[in-house]
């Protein structure tokens, strides 16, 4: 079996981006309790905020346009440990339509 992927947070500590970082390392966790091997939270500086899978980074805040909402971060993360599975409302938000 192979190993679990690792999601690693690299937050900011001059900006208090450590709140923010444990909340959505605790929404991932808790949303892929099965899938997820280990979520790692790193204090950095600088304005820093990464989110990386394996090594991959998947989100930078500079790059990307500022922090992603954690609808979108569990997309990400979905697609990448397991593409098939439907995320219920947090896939169905926002896709209705208009009246």
Known sequence: MPDKPHLTIRYCTQC?????????AQEILSTFPQE?????????TGGTFEILLDGEIIWERQRDG?????RR???IVRDRV????????VDRAG????P
């Open 16 to 24: 208090n981006w450590l709140l923010r970082s444990a909340w959505m």
């Open 36 to 44: 997820t091997g280990s979520v790692t939270l790193v204090p950095a």
């Open 66 to 70: 500022g922090f992603p909402d954690i």
């Open 73 to 75: 971060l569990k997309q």
């Open 82 to 89: 397991d593409p098939a599975r439907d995320l219920g409302h």
């Open 95 to 98: 896709n209705a339509p208009a």
